[in-house]
């Protein structure tokens, strides 16, 4: 039986060389799927298993790899995902397979010329600890022949343990919320109503829905409780010149999984698309300028850095607290665009230096306009460097201009679906779990508070360790769940998107109460605009994939008919 098993692995292996740069690594590179990859990463990101073994048990084994097959194959795929992104998934493909949650924000910070796609923690469960490797966490190369990695790895377990604990009480308890029998799903023709069904494929399908709808529940409301160590897959589709500055950006990161993943997707890709990726190296020029940008932030701005105050969502508008008394002296049209251009230049100097403290951006923008001259120059200089090449270029700040602007605390969870929004300029303060913890309501009810806490005070404990131990590292106990400070500016026409988007009744309650609060901000300071952002949903809706899970079962059973 052990010799029939280790054929079987080697026969898999050798169908899988056709298709992937490697068999045995974390990090690999997609080959000879062109024109059907994009489907195969749009399973890979609901599925349980890694993007090979989707590959080879739902594509390859079942013959689905052929032009003639691969038609109806891409037509499910549209009809079960319903994502444009998909569309966008060919050409040079790149797969992160166990990586921490806190690494794949580094990869999907490069915006343009990238199509990222990620598993998702609402169709995932996390409560399954391995015999050998344990709970699903990335432990930092940094901490592996350390001693703090026994302290790290207890409370990473303690994290897991609690959200164990939680999964099927949970369950049990939304059961009773809403049982079988009482759950509606308009399946058309098949039925609505548990009792209203006629055939057995209806009754499964009907189940099917049922348990998706309330798995997805149960993965919603338990997704605060994992720490940023979580670990991850990732897709990615990038055209050469994206790939060349992403593993750049990533060998240039403070964090040293990401330097890791950068070195080895260059050495993965240097095999599909080695042209495009030959230049890809740190960038010294960055590396420098984000190093002065720290120091003088410490030199000028230290009272900022420390512990806020949770200040909520906020639309930041001009600095007319500043302008009004200077506008009244200004004797002519100069003068006035004078003073506008003087606190735009405030506005953008205060976004160079918002990553680097721990306050809202208007409290920064005053200490700035408060500044002499020499002292902006001097930020203007630290944050463009000294660039030596038209490659160089420097970070975001510099995005800085008309739009609107939202100062946010949400929790991690809100910002991680926001943030992928790529006409959006994101910045993010440090991540410390000082802001308080966004507790889903669902747990008091379910009488699962105690647990709850466990996995927060673990999470917490472990937290302050490591800031005193290996600050860098300290970010992996961070749970989802915890506030931060992050900012988003858009225009009209990238915000209409996200919002409109974001506030469809199958999205996550928590991303569509802050997208909900934003449009609500911007109605009372531009209520023409927002007016013309009509798609925006304002209902309150608890069973959030309820519709969208019918709707799907109705496409597949169109697709079933046509097919019979």
Not at 288 to 303: P, R
Not at 514 to 521: A, F, G, I, N, Y
Request: contains cysteine; negative net charge; proline residues 4%.
């Amino acid at each position: 039986m052990a010799n029939q098993g280790d054929e079987t692995q080697q026969n898999d292996q050798a169908l899988l060389e056709r298709y992937v740069t490697n068999t045995d690594k974390n990090v690999f590179a997609i080959k000879n799927l062109h024109g059907i990859v994009g489907a195969v990463m749009a399973r890979y990101s609901r599925a349980e298993t890694g993007l090979r073994e989707t590959l080879l048990r739902e594509f390859v084994k079942e013959d689905k790899l052929q032009a003639g097959k691969a038609g109806k194959l891409i037509e499910r795929v549209l009809i079960a995902y319903g994502d444009d992104s998909v569309g966008e998934l060919e050409g040079a493909h790149l797969s992160f397979e166990g990586i921490s949650m806190l690494a794949t924000k580094v990869v999907e910070h490069r915006r343009i010329g990238g199509s990222p796609i990620e598993q998702s923690t609402r169709y995932v469960r996390y409560d399954h600890k391995d015999p050998e490797q344990g709970y699903q966490y990335v432990t930092p190369t940094t901490l592996v022949d350390h001693e703090h990695r026994r302290h790290y790895q207890e409370h990473m377990d303690a994290m897991f343990d609690a959200y164990a604990a939680m999964w099927q009480p949970l369950f049990e308890y939304l059961e009773r919320k809403k049982p079988l029998e009482s759950a509606t799903y308009d399946l058309g023709e098949m039925g609505s109503t548990w009792a209203s069904l006629t055939s057995d494929k209806a009754r499964r399908a009907f189940k099917r829905t049922y348990n998706n709808d309330l798995k997805t529940k149960v993965c919603d409301v338990l997704r605060p409780f994992l720490p940023l160590a979580t670990r991850a897959n990732m897709g990615l589709f990038g055209n050469g010149r994206f790939f060349q500055h992403l593993i750049s950006k990533m060998l240039t990161a403070p964090l040293q999984e990401a330097r890791e993943l950068g070195q080895a997707a260059f050495e993965e890709l240097s095999q599909v698309i080695p042209h495009y990726v030959k230049r890809a190296a740190k960038s010294e020029y960055a590396a420098t300028n984000q190093t002065n940008m720290t120091a003088l932030a410490q030199q000028w701005f230290a009272d900022l850095c420390g512990t806020p105050a949770d200040s909520g969502i906020q639309l930041v508008e001009a600095d007319f607290a500043w302008l009004h008394p200077r506008l009244r002296k200004a004797n002519d049209p100069k003068a006035v665009a004078r003073l506008w251009r003087q606190s735009s230049d405030h506005a953008m100097l205060a976004a160079m230096v918002y990553p680097e403290v721990r306050c809202d951006f208007a409290t920064l923008r005053r200490r700035i306009a408060d500044m002499n001259p020499q002292q902006h120059q001097e930020i203007w200089d630290t944050y463009y460097g000294t660039r030596r090449s038209r490659r160089d270029r420097p970070e975001r700040g510099v995005e800085h201009g008309p739009g609107h602007f939202f100062d946010c605390v949400t929790e991690w969870a809100v910002y991680k679906d926001l943030m992928r929004h790529r006409m959006g300029t994101i910045q993010v303060q440090p991540l410390v779990p000082d802001l308080g913890f966004d507790m889903p309501p669902e747990i008091a009810e379910a009488g699962l508070s105690e647990h709850a806490a466990r996995a927060i005070d673990a999470s917490e404990t472990l937290f302050a360790y490591l800031d005193t131990h290996l600050p860098e590292e300290r970010a992996y106990a961070f749970l989802q769940g915890h506030k931060m400070r992050w900012s988003l500016e858009m225009n009209d026409r990238a915000l209409m998107h996200m919002l409109e988007l974001r506030t469809t009744p199958q999205g996550h309650p928590n991303y569509r109460k802050t997208c909900q609060v934003m449009h609500d901000l911007l109605a009372a300071a531009y209520p023409e605009r927002a007016r013309r952002m009509n798609f925006v949903n304002h209902e309150d809706v608890f069973w959030s994939r309820s519709d969208s899970e019918a709707r799907q079962r109705v496409k597949e059973e169109a697709i079933d008919h046509k097919e019979g």
